[in-house]
């Protein structure tokens, strides 16, 4: 099934079942006094967090909800049942926004349920009109309709780190190793088209796509990538070894990562010399230390071929994570 990361829906919540006018029959059939029960409450619609990066998927095709309305009221008082609540699963970090008003809710966690429209309420049964000066009442009132609207619904991902870098940087493979991913990897531009996740450890990896110049203004896969990593807490930024420049390389994907602005630029980033085992083992230091000194910063060596260099990052990576 499609990645969907972005998608529009019309969702209604239920109708309240209507009031009804019944009277009371007595011994011999003589109707007695008013009966008539209210209306039952129309069901809401509820946004529910599940840990599934395709669950906006099933919007694509399908696009017009609505909960169940309430049912009418009946004899002897009795109210009408509620309507069942209409569920609407979304990933977490989705973000709803109904069109109509522009009012926002965010899901960020399993299990979190929004109500985002409420069911109309139920009509009154004659009964409830029954006054000293009105004891055969013959008035009732109908349902009232549930609140609706467009939602639109955005997802950002939420991880605990997320691969960037150049296409072909190495982040589906890193991401395979150190998980069980199993996401796409391939010597082309572009062979991840969405965002991948993976179990580390109990933290969450996401390798995002890769980005060109000009992503910022919407190259290559835009601001598709930008997106996904605003709400990551750390940044792992993969410049590949076999760059002939290293510094424009990793310049370029810091370029975008600032022209966005949002605080992204100021995210925790974890510098990573990857596919070091590309090089001979005599230059991988010297490479390392010539993208460090471009960058100002401490540089990594990594590599989802080599055990050894990829222990070395494994364990370097979980200490950072713990906040090491």
């Known amino acids: 099934m499609a990645f969907v990361d972005e998608v529009t829906i019309r969702a209604a919540a ?21 009966s008539g029960g209210d209306g039952g409450r129309g069901g809401d619609v509820v946004l529910a967090g599940v840990r599934d990066l395709a669950a906006l ?13 309430g049912g009418a009221g009946a004899g002897d008082l009795k109210r009408g049942a509620n309507g ?12 709803a926004r109904v069109e109509e008003n522009g009012t926002e809710y965010e899901i960020l966690e399993e ?13 009154k049964g004659n009964a409830r009109f029954k006054s000293s000066t009105n004891q055969n009442p013959f008035e009732h009132t109908d349902g009232k309709p549930g609140q609706a609207g467009d939602i639109h619904l955005s997802l950002k991902l939420i991880a605990d780190a997320g691969l960037i870098g150049l296409p072909s940087a190495g982040k589906s493979s890193l991401l395979n190793a150190l998980t069980r991913a199993a996401a796409k990897v391939g010597d ?15 933290y969450i990896l996401a390798d995002i796509p890769g980005l060109i110049a000009g ?35 990793y310049r370029e994907v810091r370029r975008e990562i600032e022209a966005v ?36 910063r401490e540089v990594l060596l990594a590599s989802a071929e080599d055990p050894e260099i990829l222990e070395r990052f494994a364990a370097e990576l979980s200490r950072r994570l713990a906040g090491g």
């Open 215 to 249: 992503a910022a203004e919407g190259r290559g896969l835009g601001t598709k990538f930008l997106k996904h990593i605003e709400r990551t807490k750390l940044l792992i930024h993969l410049v590949s070894a076999d760059q002939a420049d290293l510094a424009a390389a």
């Open 84 to 95: 069942e609540p209409l569920t609407l699963l979304v990933p977490v970090g989705t973000l």
């Open 111 to 123: 299990g979190a349920r929004v109500t985002i429209f409420k069911g109309g309420s139920g009509g």
């Open 57 to 69: 998927s099933r919007y694509r095709a399908e696009k017009d909800f609505r909960a169940e309305d």
């Open 14 to 34: 239920g109708k309240g079942g209507d009031g009804v006018v019944r009277w009371l029959h007595l011994r011999g059939n003589e109707k007695g006094g008013p």
């Open 261 to 296: 602005g949002g605080g992204l630029a100021e995210k925790s980033e974890i510098l990573v010399l990857a596919k070091a085992d590309l090089l001979p083992e005599g230059e991988r230091e010297s490479r390392a230390a010539e993208l460090a000194r471009a960058a100002g």
């Open 188 to 202: 082309y531009p572009f062979t991840t088209l969405e965002p991948n996740l993976g179990d580390y450890h109990g």
